[in-house]
């Protein structure tokens, strides 16, 4: 999963943020950059992910979690123009309340809260720092892994489906 999710990010630069020496060899593998974060849990990983990545020159940054087996064109997320450092992306899962993908201007001073209804948490953190916020529902990133019966993948004809209508929020 966390391959289709690197190969998935396609023209943007990629860093591996981990704690673990078999996970970090992998992406050096892959030639993907790699941020040790030790002892800091996922929220402090996260955070020190962008840190490093705005220290290298980045203005904004995409989140993803290596539990996307359906992971396609994460750069389409990415937002264009003069408004994207006032604008923050979330990709809430396929139950409105985990978030698989966000993407945030590094200089906001953004704070991660994963877990049970992150979502909602990302909303409103965006909300407080004065961004806009793009809600985007889609079928294959909205598929994460949590248990083992999500590793049952939905249908072709689930995924092609016409989009899910914009967030009512």
């Given at each position: 999963?966390?391959?289709?999710?690197?190969?998935?990010?396609g023209?943007?630069?990629v860093?591996?943020?981990?704690?673990?020496?078999?996970?970090?060899?992998?992406?050096?593998?892959?030639?993907?950059?790699?941020?040790?974060?030790?002892?800091?849990?996922?929220?402090?990983?996260?955070?020190?992910?962008?840190?490093?990545?705005?220290?290298?020159?980045?203005?904004?940054?995409?989140?993803?979690?290596?539990?996307?087996?359906?992971?396609?064109?994460?750069?389409?997320?990415?937002?264009?123009?003069?408004?994207?450092?006032?604008?923050?992306?979330?990709?809430?899962?396929?139950?409105?309340?985990?978030?698989?993908?966000?993407?945030?201007?590094?200089?906001?001073?953004?704070?991660?809260?994963?877990?049970?209804?992150?979502?909602?948490?990302?909303?409103?953190?965006?909300?407080?720092?004065?961004?806009?916020?793009?809600?985007?529902?889609?079928?294959?990133?909205?598929?994460d892994?949590?248990?083992?019966?999500?590793?049952?993948?939905?249908?072709e004809?689930?995924?092609?489906r016409?989009?899910?209508?914009?967030?009512?929020?």
């Open positions: 999963m966390a391959g289709a999710v690197v190969a998935a990010a023209p943007l630069p860093t591996v943020v981990c704690d673990d020496p078999v996970v970090a060899d992998w992406a050096r593998s892959l030639g993907v950059g790699v941020e040790w974060t030790p002892g800091l849990g996922l929220d402090g990983a996260v955070e020190a992910g962008v840190a490093a990545a705005a220290a290298a020159g980045a203005d904004q940054v995409l989140v993803a979690h290596a539990d996307l087996p359906l992971a396609r064109e994460l750069a389409s997320l990415i937002e264009v123009g003069p408004d994207r450092s006032m604008t923050a992306t979330v990709v809430p899962d396929r139950h409105d309340d985990g978030t698989n993908v966000i993407v945030v201007p590094t200089g906001c001073g953004f704070r991660f809260a994963y877990g049970p209804g992150s979502f909602a948490r990302h909303r409103a953190e965006a909300e407080l720092l004065g961004l806009a916020v793009r809600v985007v529902r889609d079928r294959r990133l909205g598929w892994v949590d248990l083992p019966a999500d590793l049952d993948l939905p249908s004809a689930y995924l092609s016409a989009a899910l209508p914009p967030c009512p929020c």
